[in-house]
């Protein structure tokens, strides 16, 4: 047997750290199914010199460690620059978008609704016990109510509604939706991915591959219930996110049956977040692992 050494044991230190942000970039194993995983994530918690180890190996990889918990593990997002970010056009592939400027804008929207329906007030996003529920038919009717106040919006402003045929990158994303079918056109009922309800189940599936949501039943769209490991990312974007909310104006919103959900969220709470990051941290991308 080879004794052990400084050398040896500085380099099983290296393995496990580098082990420890190999489980976060398998977003949806958790310490509690895991022993080893459960094992360095205690490790991480309680050996100050083993979680620079681990900082320095996601340093070294473009991706910020964000929280580190028994429930959810190692979280880990990706910078602008690193090989792990889900970048645009890769997430269009995805969810079989065509990635045009428009049709981001309503992904993103969906987005804001799914952390909005999740977390309509600064408490329940604080509480790291708060289990959120999204529904595709929930997020689908805040798109629209956005939508709608972008169109509003325009029309104030005196914005050109009906964009040249030959420039469809450039048309406004509420015109856009308008124009797209809310619900399935497929004869046999199958969703279609181009449909705002399509679109919406495709960014709620999206969320769910990725660890962050956990499908539940088919009622409303498609029901999904929040991980804590979504909690951490959705804190993470929240000053930007909820800034976008109290842009649009929307006060309220319906989980798709008809009950609204009062939006507490104000600029002082917005401020809460922003001032709680610590302004040492890289500028992390839309994107995560």
């Keep these: 047997m080879r004794p052990i050494t400084p050398t040896t044991t500085a380099s099983a230190a290296v393995a496990d750290a580098s082990r420890l942000v190999a489980f976060a970039l398998r977003p949806k194993r958790r310490p509690a199914r895991d022993e080893t995983y459960a094992e360095l994530t205690r490790r991480y918690r309680d050996d100050g010199g083993f979680a620079e180890l681990v900082n320095a190996v996601c340093l070294g990889l473009d991706l910020v460690v964000l929280d580190v918990d028994d429930r959810h593990g190692l979280v880990a997002a990706s910078t602008a620059d690193s090989v792990f970010a889900v970048r645009m056009t890769d997430y269009a592939r995805r969810t079989s978008g065509e990635g045009k400027t428009a049709e981001r804008v309503l992904h993103a929207l969906a987005h804001l609704g799914a952390a909005t329906l999740a977390y309509p007030r600064p408490a329940d996003l604080a509480s790291p016990a708060y289990v959120g529920r999204v529904t595709v038919n929930g997020v689908e009717a805040f798109v629209r109510e956005a939508t709608r106040r972008l169109g509003e919006a325009a029309a104030e402003a005196g914005e050109n509604v009906d964009p040249p045929a030959d420039t469809p990158n450039l ?49 409303d769209g498609g029901t999904y219930a929040t991980t804590s490991r979504y909690r951490v990312q959705v804190a993470e974007a929240g000053s930007r996110m909820f800034a976008e909310l109290l842009a649009l104006g929307i006060t309220e919103v319906t989980d798709g049956t008809g009950t609204l959900t009062q939006i507490e969220w104000t600029q002082l709470d917005v401020s809460h977040i922003m001032t709680a990051k610590p302004t040492s941290s890289p500028e992390v991308g839309v994107a995560h692992v």
């Design 171 to 219: 048309e406004a994303a509420w015109r856009v939706y308008q124009r797209r079918a809310a619900s399935p056109g497929s004869g046999d009922g199958r969703r279609v991915s181009s449909s705002t309800i399509g679109m919406v189940s495709k960014a709620l599936g999206f969320l769910a591959d990725q660890g962050l949501l956990i499908r539940r039943s088919d009622q």
